[in-house]
């Protein structure tokens, strides 16, 4: 059987009864299993992990992600993150016995359904790309939705679906729908509220800046707790390790006094990515076996 994961990013992560609405949605279709969900009143982002047939996998994502289209308003949304939409990025990911292909047909025909039904515009980025200049997410998300309108505007930013010819969609903003191979949402809290010390080690260890092969990294004061984050992606970890990652955010925040006060991971991790290291190395908070994506399958 081929197994296709998702996780679905949308831009709430204050109000949990909705969050519990747009994960129950996901949950309730036959052949869909969620594995995990995550939110964050900073980031006001909410993260769903869930596994199936392509098809399972389809509709449980089309479920979760209507659910969110009737719950969030773009309009009233703020938060640190990156966003351009109330759904904000959809990526399918090939698992067992599924290749790139299935995830890429996944994504392009969740993309059409989606997009249609709520006159979202959709942009496919990753492996599902229809325009090798859009490949990269982080291109599609510049300028937010504060600058979604004018990006729409332009010719060379047209949105791969735009339902009915529409433009600019004030109320869910566009969605990034791809396909890709596994990822680590990876997060480190410093034992610090100094929000330019997390954007210089962000800046040093992204790739856009000189840094890592395949990091993306932002630095963010999360006023709740009144601490500063490296909030990063890690999109081939084959090629740059968390650990290398942990280790050099250590000695950068070691170097201007601090120290890193603990990390957290948004999602789930490939085992083999933690052969090198541990969870306690790490200082990972809440991990146990059920984080670990085979164990699921």
Excluded at 133 to 148: F, T
Excluded at 205 to 213: A, K, L, N, W
Excluded at 224 to 250: G, K, P
Aim: glycine share 8%.
């Amino acid at each position: 059987m081929k197994i296709i994961e998702c996780i679905p990013n949308f831009s709430e992560g204050r109000n949990p009864e909705f969050v519990k609405s747009i994960v129950d949605s996901a949950a309730g279709i036959e052949g869909v299993k969620v594995l995990d969900f995550s939110m964050d009143s900073d980031h006001n982002r909410s993260v769903l992990t869930f596994i199936g047939s392509p098809e399972a996998t389809l509709r449980g994502a089309v479920a979760a992600c209507n659910r969110a289209a009737d719950l969030i308003d773009m309009r009233r949304h703020s938060g640190v993150h990156p966003r351009i939409g109330a759904v904000d990025v959809v990526p399918f990911v090939p698992l067992k016995g599924a290749d790139m292909s299935d995830a890429v047909e996944t994504a392009h025909r969740f993309g059409q359904i989606f997009g249609r039904k709520n006159n979202v515009p959709v942009y496919f980025y990753g492996e599902a790309t229809l325009n090798q200049e859009r490949k990269k997410l982080a291109d599609i998300r510049r300028g937010q939705y504060e600058g979604l309108r004018d990006k729409i505007d332009d010719p060379t930013w047209a949105p791969d679906i735009s339902p009915g010819g529409s433009g600019f969609n004030p109320h869910l903003g566009a969605t990034a729908v791809g396909a890709r191979k596994p990822l680590i949402a990876f997060n480190i809290n410093l034992n610090s509220n100094d929000i330019d010390l997390a954007r210089n080690i962000a800046g040093l260890i992204r790739y856009s800046s000189g840094g890592f092969e395949h990091v993306q990294a932002i630095g963010v004061l999360l006023e709740s707790r009144n601490i500063a984050q490296v909030s990063m992606n890690l999109t081939d970890y084959e090629t740059t390790s968390i650990r290398t990652v942990f280790d050099t955010v250590r000695r950068k925040a070691g170097e201007h006094g601090t120290d890193i006060l603990e990390s957290e991971l948004i999602g789930l991790i490939p085992k083999a990515a933690l052969e090198d290291t541990t969870a306690d190395y790490l200082k990972l908070m809440d991990f146990s076996e059920e984080r670990i994506i085979e164990n699921h399958y």
